[in-house]
């Protein structure tokens, strides 16, 4: 057994564990590398799967949204999903959010020539959920006539 900083590298208690991961991390790598996917990539997961899962990071929307939450309104966020249908892209979630389900019924989708988003609007009102390639999300919504905020993450 050696002495100093890498004693445990070889001794009794086997290989390097810094090491043992780093290799680990290259080959994942070189693997999503070959295949020419992002593991994140909900964007694309979105386009080529057809569906993600979407959670808020809070259980409310803001009144605004840039660095925090510019203060907390009466409108509940909720969990979603967005699946690819022949129209667009529709909104799935629980019976209380139903409304939503039918105001995206429809809906217009824009799909980012980079691959970095995808916009989904609904057709007969305004606001957007904004999909990132990163599974972030901004869905942006006016209830009368003010808008509404909220932030979260899709897989």
Partial sequence: MGSGLNSH???EFGPDPILAAWVGASCLLLAVAST????ADAVS???????VACKPSVPYFCANLHVTCAGKTAVPTFPFSLRTAPNGVALG????AQTFVE???GS?????SDGQHVIVRPAQSSG???LFRDGTYVFRYYPQHEGV???GTCA
């Fill in 128 to 130: 957007y959920i904004k």
């Fill in 45 to 51: 997961r979105l386009k080529r799967e057809g569906h």
């Fill in 149 to 151: 905020m909220s932030l």
């Fill in 93 to 96: 979630a629980a019976a209380d």
């Fill in 9 to 11: 590298s070889q001794g």
């Fill in 36 to 39: 020419g996917a992002h593991p």
């Fill in 108 to 112: 217009r989708v824009e799909w980012s």
């Fill in 103 to 105: 105001m995206y019924a």
